[in-house]
């Protein structure tokens, strides 16, 4: 979500601003160009990330008493915690989706005019995002070979697996690299993109 604006700005908002010709005749290559505007996407996607975590870390810490209280009394001393070092693990395991979704959120607002046409484009975005993270909630799914390839699912089954205590450490290698796979992939069709002329100046 933090992520998605930057990108319409850098790409959709160039061209209705009229600089992205101004941009193209700087002596810069059009792939650092678009490395440029990458960064700057997953930075705001890192920040938005990081901000959420911390948001829920400092939520558990605060309730974490009233919770180790209720608990207690309802369950017997069952007590209620969370490892900060699960929220760190989180966070590494996301860093390769933002990376993923910075790039394919720059790929698609480049096809746009306008930015209002690239909040058409990247809107439905949401919805497919929101959706392999709720079903990784469901019931009966869990994490496995064929569940890992999948992006999204596979990144939430495993973040649920660190924020309950399990570390298996097969998977969260495997989910890592593959992510990264995806990533390297979505840079790359960015920057073939950004180097389409037809891309560019849609009329």
């Not at 061209?15 to 992205?20: Q, S």
């Not at 829920?56 to 001393?77: E, I, Y």
């Not at 890592?176 to 992939?185: D, G, H």
Request: net charge neutral; proline share 4%.
């Amino acid at each position: 979500t933090g992520a998605m604006y930057p990108a319409m700005d850098l790409t959709a908002g160039e061209k209705e601003r009229g600089t992205m010709e101004t941009i193209l005749t700087s002596p810069v290559s059009r792939t650092d160009l678009v490395l440029g505007k990458f960064f700057m996407v997953l930075t705001a996607s890192m920040a938005t990330a990081i901000l959420s975590l911390t948001s829920m870390g400092v939520s558990f810490l605060f309730a974490k008493n009233k919770l180790d209280s209720l608990l207690s009394d309802q369950s017997h001393g069952v007590h209620f915690s969370i490892d900060p070092s699960a929220i760190l693990a989180v966070f590494v395991m996301i860093l390769p989706l933002s990376v993923l979704f910075s790039a394919v959120l720059l790929a698609i607002a480049l096809f746009a005019k306008s930015f209002r046409e690239a909040q058409t484009y990247l809107s439905p975005l949401t919805i497919i995002v929101i959706m392999p993270a709720i079903i990784a909630l469901l019931p009966g799914i869990e994490l496995n070979t064929r569940t890992a390839l999948i992006p999204i699912l596979s990144t939430t089954l495993v973040c649920k697996e660190l924020v309950s205590g399990s570390h298996p450490w097969g998977f969260i290698m495997l989910i890592f690299l593959i992510s990264c796979l995806y990533a390297s992939v979505a840079i790359g069709i960015a920057v073939t993109l950004f180097n389409r002329e037809e891309v560019l100046f849609r009329a």
